[in-house]
């Protein structure tokens, strides 16, 4: 018997019939192919052809499918990501960091990391102003970080950043914006705590000039992020969080561009008008006030590189 009469033989599913397609594809990987790439292959070939089936696609509607993901990928570059905003506008983004990232009951919950992230943020004491530019309305954020005993985390990081009141962030308006604004890197003191003064956030569009912004239009979907401030904390011993805190008054609270929004991360943002604490924060009057807690898991292995390099392009 010849080498192609045995592989026949051993083929259980030798020829294409549509309703057993994903099995005649699947049963042409080799035995010896890396189990898991063989059972991610096998789960996306059987839920793309029951997808297929579902849809029933006319050529046409298949051909303007293939043109949009050659768009989408002609649209990338060393600065942009489509096919990973595509990935965030679908919900797969905050799906995956949440499979990556659950945490204990009382933990403060992750949320996907975003595009505009910068190391080495200029390390503030607390109580430092990250606002260079001074636009929008001063806001003061305190908060505490614990464990989840509630004992207090001295020496905590807290790396903040955030789009300026214009709805951009310092990278995106390099000559505008001074160097390293709305960004800060603070250390909890002996009782866990933390304060720095900023400008309150206010939402922004992804970008929406490109395929994906495209099919959001059509899809009668608007390209805004809610309002938020961008935070992790990081602390010998402990999960790194990586994280938002959302203002609770922002319009697009409830349809954030890529379900970046997660209930326990609404902050209670206050409006307050007093010009003697004004004053004393070396503020103009009116201004807003947070105060936000933070509460860290213990480490398990391989935490800290789940939670650091996930990046969206968001």
Not at 16 to 34: G, H, I, K, L, Q
Not at 120 to 132: F, K, M
Not at 259 to 265: N, Y
């Amino acid at each position: 018997m010849t080498d192609q009469a045995t592989h026949r033989k051993a083929t259980k599913y030798p020829y294409f019939e549509e309703a057993t397609s994903a099995e005649v594809v699947n049963a042409r990987m080799a035995p010896d192919a890396d189990p898991r790439l063989r059972q991610v292959m096998a789960t996306i070939v059987k839920h793309l052809h029951a997808a297929v089936k579902e849809i029933e696609p006319t050529h046409d509607e298949w051909l303007a499918a293939i043109k949009f993901l050659t768009d989408t990928g002609h649209m990338c570059t060393d600065w942009r990501q489509e096919f990973i905003l595509l990935s965030d506008t679908l919900g797969v983004s905050m799906l995956v960091d949440a499979i990556n990232n659950r945490k204990p009951t009382g933990a403060t919950e992750n949320t996907i990391l975003g595009p505009f992230y910068v190391p080495d943020a200029p390390h503030y004491p607390n109580g430092g102003n990250i606002s260079l530019d001074g636009k929008g309305e001063p806001l003061v954020v305190r908060g505490t970080i614990r464990d989840a005993q509630g004992k207090p985390i001295a020496g905590a990081k807290i790396d903040v950043w955030q789009a300026n009141d214009d709805g951009f962030y310092d990278v995106q308006q390099k000559g505008v914006q001074p160097d390293m604004n709305l960004r800060g890197l603070f250390t909890s003191d002996g009782e866990g705590q933390y304060w720095f003064r900023s400008a309150k956030p206010r939402y922004y569009p992804i970008p929406d000039d490109g395929p994906v912004g495209k099919l959001l239009a059509k899809l009668g979907r608007h390209p805004n992020r809610a309002a938020h401030l961008h935070m992790i904390v990081t602390a010998p011993g402990f999960e790194p969080v990586v994280t938002h805190i959302f203002t609770p008054d922002c319009p697009y609270l409830e349809e954030d561009a890529v379900f970046g929004v997660k209930e326990s991360l609404i902050a209670d943002f206050q409006h307050i008008d007093d010009p003697v604490r004004a004053k004393e924060l070396g503020f103009a009057n009116p201004f807003s006030s947070v105060n936000w807690d933070f509460v860290l898991a213990p480490a398990t292995e391989g935490a800290a590189e789940r939670t650091m390099f996930h990046v969206s392009a968001s």
